[in-house]
């Protein structure tokens, strides 16, 4: 698979674009980790939200050996209306959905929106607001700016 | 006070003077959230550690009128050694020292270090790691870089 480089300066105008099309307010953003935490900061800062939490997903082979996914590290949303859930690309959608499943289950009377920058059309989930498909694997300033030591 | 602009380029060198000062081994990353994040994030991605986790403060006035800080959305943290905590700066030291009593009243056995990029010599507590000291209001780049609508 062909690999592009996602420089920050790209990052930056996909943002622009995503706030236009988030249309509607949010009281908490909820970064999926790793990958949602910088858009989260980012949108935080910009949505003046200081509710800015994170949520963890690990992968694990479950007794008949599929793949499940441990969702943890659940925020208290007991008291917000609407949440932003926040990752960097919607890739399978098996993480989105794990994390919505577990979310709306613990969480009956929160709204659950989501967004990324970037959505694989083969995703088995949308997310409420992206900005643009991606067709190859994305190495993401936040992975390769740090040179290694 | 003067305000100066904190931008991504100086961000990656100082990530790279932060990396070479941190000298032992964590398990996981902890970000104080929002400050936090987008180093945690970078950081999480330079050690290759998928436990990066976030926290929340938030300061209200108490019974007498002085400012208390709540700490909350604590992760578990029972079977991780030790902990990298991660903030955009040290400033008051107010925030760290709270969110130190909290987890090594609920984590013991756990060990916490600290990690800024910034910090002042007026601050009550000194991070275990930091890249400079802070002499000015700064505008980090996740605050100012998306324009507003």
């Not at 099309?21 to 949505?47: M, N, P, V, W």
């Not at 008949?64 to 890739?91: H, W, Y």
């Not at 709306?104 to 949308?126: G, N």
Request: charged fraction near 25%.
């Amino acid at each position: 698979m062909n690999r592009i480089y996602y420089p920050y300066s790209e990052f930056l105008i996909d943002i622009q674009t995503l706030v236009q099309k988030i249309d509607q307010k949010c009281d908490a953003i909820l970064a999926i980790s790793r990958g949602g935490l910088t858009l989260a900061h980012f949108l935080g800062e910009h949505y003046k939200i200081r509710e800015v939490y994170a949520i963890n997903t690990i992968g694990y082979e479950d007794t008949q050996k599929l793949e499940s996914l441990k969702v943890f590290n659940i925020p208290d949303l007991t008291a917000t209306k609407t949440v932003l859930i926040v990752d960097d690309i919607v890739d399978s959608g098996d993480t989105l959905i794990a994390v919505l499943e577990v979310l709306q289950s613990r969480f009956p009377d929160t709204v659950f929106l989501s967004s990324s920058i970037f959505y694989k059309s083969t995703a088995k989930i949308k997310p409420t607001w992206f900005v643009k498909e991606a067709k190859e694997w994305i190495d993401f300033f936040w992975s390769v700016d740090i040179k290694a030591e």
